[in-house]
């Protein structure tokens, strides 16, 4: 799944033993993208066995476990009162809506389609910058914007036979997580990550409440589905923390295009576990999608 929150957002200056340089930081955020994409990959298997709302609780409540263990441990509140700004509360809107449908993506769609459209999320992002940051975007700049929506546009296929419903559960979710990394922009700098960990997963539990039929029993999970969850949040917990890392110690404009490695891993993991064979558009317009974000990256560096 999608990280909890930006850590760069609440991140402080390089300095002391972060200062790894570059390679450490690439090494953080290819281990990241493999994490990321393995506990993508447990989420689907869990929701083989378990309803998605029933799995959103359990894995929302591990995860603010764990980050409120590491929120203490680290001598941090584990209730800030920034925690309920006006900023962080529209950020938990979007982090509700982008779980919700992303995570039913996972467990209705394919595996590579879901991963697929996610990496549209810095280009939407960049779009609205400008309208809600008044950053300013050139024509070129435009241009690859628009490039990266051709590409969303050849994965899910609107009106065509390829075409299937369910793509659209990964694209609400995608612009729910980038409305969630608009507003972590202007998230309050003194909330560290950890306790921006916490917010996100109680955004997993608040999400799997809303559709869990409220006169439904849960399901008993099975072991499978049990070791399934404990891999998911172990990967999910080790991903966030390179992930804090890897934004730390490099520059972002070196490090951040190699978010994109997370689709490739995807790709592999839905072929090995789920058997999918992505056509020839959808991997067209994958590529396209994440050439389209790595020249975002690149042209972004040299303006600055």
Not at 49 to 70: D, R, S
Not at 92 to 116: D, K, M, W
Not at 287 to 299: E, Y
């Amino acid at each position: 799944m999608p990280t909890p929150s930006s850590p760069s957002a609440a991140a402080p200056g390089r300095s002391g033993p972060l200062q790894a340089g570059n390679s450490g930081g690439i090494l953080f955020m290819v281990l990241a993208m493999a994490c990321f994409a393995l506990e993508d990959m447990a989420v689907k298997r869990i929701a083989e066995t378990l309803p998605v709302g029933e799995l959103l609780v359990l894995f929302g409540l591990g995860g603010m476990a764990v980050f409120a263990a590491l929120t203490r441990a680290r001598g941090e509140r584990l209730l800030h009162p920034a925690m309920l700004s006006r900023v962080m509360l529209l950020r938990a809107v979007f982090e509700v809506a982008g779980r919700l449908f992303f995570t039913l993506s996972l467990a209705l769609a394919a595996l590579s389609t879901t991963s697929a459209i996610l990496q549209a999320t810095p280009l939407v992002v960049a779009a609205a910058g400008v309208a809600f940051f008044g950053e300013r975007v050139t024509p070129g700049r435009w241009a690859i914007i628009a490039l990266g929506f051709a590409g969303v546009l050849l994965v899910i296929r609107p009106g065509l036979d390829g075409f299937t419903p369910l793509s659209m559960l990964a694209l609400l979710g995608m612009f729910g997580f980038a409305g969630r990394d608009l507003a972590t922009r202007a998230a309050p700098p003194i909330l560290s990550f950890a306790q921006l960990g916490i917010t996100g997963f109680a955004a997993l539990v608040v999400a799997g409440a809303l559709v869990s039929p409220s006169g439904d029993a849960w399901l008993m999970p099975s072991p499978a589905a049990l070791g399934w969850l404990g891999f998911a949040m172990a990967v999910g917990v080790l991903a966030y923390t390179a992930l804090t890392l890897a934004m730390r110690m490099g520059e972002i404009s070196v490090v951040a295009p190699f978010r994109y490695i997370r689709l490739l891993f995807a790709m592999i993991l839905a072929a090995l576990v789920f058997g999918e064979r992505p056509d020839a558009a959808e991997l067209l317009g994958a590529a396209v999608i994440v050439g389209s974000g790595v020249l975002l990256l690149v042209t972004s560096r040299r303006r600055r």
